[in-house]
């Protein structure tokens, strides 16, 4: 077990980690069941309800790992450490996190294209289709997640039968850290297709932001003011938004921090990115929780 982990900055980090993961789950099973009892009773599920089933079933995964991943460290990290039960919770997790980022960014999208209203052309055509395009650009943008992690696996893979061919043999101490460090391998892939979703990501959530609020001033200029129902629905709509950026530009910072190549595993700045990382999916899951009318009147039940 590494010292970093059992020491007082690792245990409040796996505490935080491990209690965040707790409310994702709890937070993401409720998406699940809700929008699952309303596909059994449909017989069907609509676009909006996909998107955020597949966001929620990745993200279960995600936590689930990341959680069960900081357990075994800490109680049976000698067993544990460098395992193929280790690489197996990695690849899951890694695969879930991606996996889930691309749905985030297709809600997002989907979301922006059927609030915003722009006298654009492409936006106006765009909007009597993004129910069929969200969901057919979700699935290939997970076919290309699969196709784009080859080479990064048969990089692990050749790096792997490496280290183990010259396990008893004197190497120096670099690549002895290299191959406990395999997993590192991956830090450019998960770099690059964090950086595209957080491009789309942002581009959608501004413009949403833009036409609510461009909205919104459009209403102040007729004379119905800000006090408005309408203006005020707006407003509590860009909340949750703003908050949302904050929060994906942390998760984004604890993402270049892990990539930048100075940050090896159980590094008291690792520990700092997992946090970070851990943070930004449980608390899109909140927002997505209070701010969805749907959603909120079940968690929230109004006794009024």
């Not at 020491?7 to 965040?20: A, C, D, Q």
Request: charged share 15%; glycine share 4%; with cysteine.
């Amino acid at each position: 077990m590494d010292n970093n982990l059992i020491s007082p900055l690792g245990i409040f980090t796996w505490t935080i980690v491990e209690s965040i993961s707790i409310v994702a789950i709890l937070g993401n099973g409720f998406i699940i069941v809700v929008c699952g009892t309303r596909w059994l009773q449909a017989r069907k599920m609509i676009p909006s309800d996909f998107l955020l089933t597949s966001l929620s079933i990745s993200r279960v995964f995600l936590h689930l790992t990341f959680g069960l991943s900081y357990i075994l460290e800490v109680s049976i990290g000698d067993i544990f450490m460098y395992s193929s039960a280790q690489e197996a919770i990695n690849f899951i997790g890694m695969f879930s996190s991606m996996a889930s980022l691309w749905c985030a960014s297709w809600l997002n999208v989907f979301y922006c294209v059927k609030v915003t209203n722009f006298a654009n052309r492409f936006l106006l055509w765009l909007k009597p289709r993004i129910n069929v395009l969200s969901v057919r650009l979700l699935g290939m943008s997970i076919c290309s997640l699969v196709v784009m992690s080859v080479p990064f696996f048969r990089s692990y893979a050749e790096e792997k039968e490496w280290c183990n061919l010259t396990r008893n043999l004197q190497v120096n101490v670099s690549k002895i850290k290299a191959c406990k460090d395999l997993v590192l391998i991956f830090r450019r892939f998960q770099l690059i297709v964090v950086s595209m979703n957080f491009i789309i990501s942002m581009i959608a959530t501004i413009l949403l932001l833009t036409s609510l609020w461009i909205h919104i001033r459009n209403m102040k200029r007729s004379g119905i003011g800000a006090k408005d129902l309408s203006a005020q629905v707006h407003i509590d709509v860009m909340k949750p938004l703003v908050f949302y950026i904050f929060f994906y530009l942390l998760y984004f910072a604890g993402m270049l921090n892990l990539a930048s190549g100075y940050v090896s595993i159980f590094d008291p700045m690792e520990l700092l990115s997992d946090v970070l990382l851990t943070i930004f999916p449980a608390a899109h899951t909140i927002i997505l929780l209070l701010s969805n009318p749907k959603l909120k009147a079940l968690l929230v039940p109004d006794n009024r």
